[in-house]
T-cell receptor, first 112, second 111 residues
Framework: NAGVTQTPKFRILKIGQSMTLQCAQDMNHNYMYWYRQDPGMGLKLIYYSVGAGITDKGEVPNGYNVSRSTTEDFPLRLELAAPSQTSVYFC???????????FGPGTRLTVT | RKEVEQDPGPFNVPEGATVAFNCTYSNSASQSFFWYRQDCRKEPKLLMSVYSSGNEDGRFTAQLNRASQYISLLIRDSKLSDSATYLCVVNKNQAGTALIFGKGTTLSVSS
C-alpha cells in the first residue's frame, strides 16, 4: 500500500494564480482531511470529508475548495492564490473517526 | 486559554536522559487524545494514543488527567533518534472532524 500520496511536493505560485493539490489514499478510508501548517504553528483543518460526495468546512476554509467524487481522491483547489496561503499542506485519512489519522508527505506551497 | 497548549521548548537533553512534556486542553468535552511525532519537514505520525488509565509503549509513557485537562508524555532513556517535535492532539468530537493540534514541543537529544 502506498498509503496517502500527495502531489506536487513543491510549488511556487504567483499571486492570483490557481492550482489543485492532489491527494489520494489506497486504504479505503472514508474520512479524509486537508490541513495547513504555518511555520511554528499547529496544523489547522481546512476541509474534511466523511465519504464520497460529502465535504464540509474546517477551521480555515476561505480561499479553498474541495471535492470528493471517489473514496480514494480528495483534491484541494486554490483559487486566486494569495501570499497568506504560503504554507505546507497535509492531506490525511482515517478509517473511522476515532482511529489515528494517516498523513501524506505534504505539499510546500509558496505564493509570491 | 488556547484550545491545546504545549511548552514549545526546545528541550535539549543528553542521550539516556528522561524528559517529560506537558499539554493542557481547554474543552472538557474532548473525546480522545494522542501524541504525534513530527520530524523536520515531514508529516506527523502517530506516536501513541492516550488513555485515561495511562499507557506505556516501550520507553514512552502517556498520562491523561481529565479533571485537570492535562496530558503528559514521558520519554525514558532518550535516544538520538527521539529528536523531533512532539504534537499533542485532542479530538473534540466523535466525528473526528475537530482534531486540534498543539504547536508542538521540540526535543533535541545529543550525544
Amino acid at each position: 500500500n502506498a498509503g496517502v500520496t500527495q502531489t506536487p511536493k513543491f510549488r511556487i505560485l504567483k499571486i492570483g494564480q490557481s492550482m489543485t493539490l492532489q491527494c489520494a489514499q489506497d486504504m479505503n478510508h472514508n474520512y479524509m482531511y486537508w490541513y495547513r501548517q504555518d511555520p511554528g504553528m499547529g496544523l489547522k483543518l481546512i476541509y474534511y470529508s466523511v465519504g464520497a460526495g460529502i465535504t464540509d468546512k474546517g477551521e480555515v476554509p476561505n480561499g479553498y475548495n474541495v471535492s470528493r467524487s471517489t473514496t480514494e481522491d480528495f483534491p484541494l483547489r486554490l483559487e486566486l492564490a494569495a501570499p497568506s496561503q504560503t504554507s505546507v499542506y497535509f492531506c490525511a485519512s482515517t478509517g473511522t473517526s476515532r482511529q489515528q489519522q494517516y498523513f501524506g508527505p505534504g505539499t510546500r506551497l509558496t505564493v509570491t | 486559554r488556547k484550545e491545546v497548549e504545549q511548552d514549545p521548548g526546545p528541550f535539549n537533553v543528553p542521550e539516556g536522559a528522561t524528559v517529560a512534556f506537558n499539554c493542557t486542553y481547554s474543552n472538557s468535552a474532548s473525546q480522545s487524545f494522542f501524541w504525534y511525532r513530527q520530524d523536520c519537514r515531514k508529516e506527523p505520525k502517530l506516536l501513541m494514543s492516550v488513555y485515561s488509565s495511562g499507557n506505556e509503549d516501550g520507553r514512552f509513557t502517556a498520562q491523561l488527567n481529565r479533571a485537570s485537562q492535562y496530558i503528559s508524555l514521558l520519554i525514558r532513556d532518550s535516544k538520538l533518534s527521539d529528536s523531533a517535535t512532539y504534537l499533542c492532539v485532542v479530538n473534540k468530537n466523535q466525528a473526528g472532524t475537530a482534531l486540534i493540534f498543539g504547536k508542538g514541543t521540540t526535543l533535541s537529544v545529543s550525544s
